[in-house]
Antibody, heavy 117, light 107 residues
Framework: QVQLVQSGSELKKPGASVKVSCKASGYTFTDYTLNWVRQAPGQGLEWMGWINTRSGNRMYAQVFRGRFVFSLDTSVTTAYLQISSLQAEDTAVYYC??????????WGQGTLVTVSS | DIQMTQSPSSLSASVGDRVTITCRTSQGINNYLAWYQQKPGKVPKLLIYSASSLQSGVPSRFSGSGSGTDFTLTISSLQPEDVATYYCQKYDSALQTFGQGTKVDIK
């Protein structure tokens, strides 16, 4: 069955970096684009962008250009989200989600990133 | 960028009521619209895609309609397990967006 399994919660200090992983299984990894979605505490879903798992092309929402980087390791069917220069406002749950062409059909369980001194 | 406006932001209804949530886009999106349900503390779940197609396994009391710039999610008979926040999402182009969300609870 299709699964997206994300890495565990992270507690980081302001200014640090974090790398969240999203391990895919149960389907051909390079057949589907992976999206990233942020949800701040008590807030709605915020689309961050996507990475094409076949070409490596990336698209970022305007507010996520700069400190946020999507990457891949196709040999282990894993996508990554790296956030640098962390700020308190980056505290959120980050989701990876598979794009089927008909919306986001499978989601990871989410990774809580907490930024606090 | 295409703007999305989802309404209402919250609603309270009785079990068995018909519930309607709307999503409006500032430009036509060729029906590339999806609806998601997020129960408290849970991962979002795809309910509807292509504006009106029901995702496999989703109860038939959920339906989507609309075209162009105006879209609707309807729950024909609200059940206690439908308490959740619902989001629309456009995916017509490389840049995607979620609506602001509608929190649904039981009166």
């Amino acid at each position: 069955q299709v699964q997206l399994v994300q890495s565990g919660s992270e507690l980081k200090k302001p200014g640090a970096s974090v790398k969240v992983s999203c391990k895919a299984s149960g389907y051909t990894f390079t057949d589907y684009t992976l999206n990233w979605v942020r949800q701040a505490p008590g807030q709605g879903l915020e689309w961050m962008g996507w990475i094409n798992t076949r070409s490596g092309n990336r698209m970022y929402a305007q507010v996520f250009r700069g400190r946020f980087v999507f990457s891949l390791d196709t040999s282990v069917t894993t996508a990554y989200l790296q956030i640098s220069s962390l700020q308190a406002e980056d505290t959120a749950v980050y989701y990876c989600a598979r794009q089927s062409g008909y919306g986001l059909d499978y989601w990871g369980q989410g990774t809580l990133v907490t930024v606090s001194s | 960028d295409i703007q999305m406006t989802q309404s209402p932001s919250s609603l309270s209804a009785s079990v068995g009521d018909r519930v309607t949530i709307t999503c409006r886009t500032s430009q036509g999106i060729n029906n590339y619209l999806a609806w998601y349900q997020q129960k408290p503390g849970k991962v979002p779940k795809l309910l509807i895609y292509s504006a009106s197609s029901l995702q496999s396994g989703v109860p038939s009391r959920f339906s989507g309609s609309g075209s162009g710039t105006d879209f609707t999610l309807t729950i024909s008979s609200l059940q206690p397990e439908d308490v959740a926040t619902y989001y629309c999402q456009k995916y017509d182009s490389a840049l995607q967006t979620f609506g602001q969300g509608t929190k649904v609870d039981i009166k």
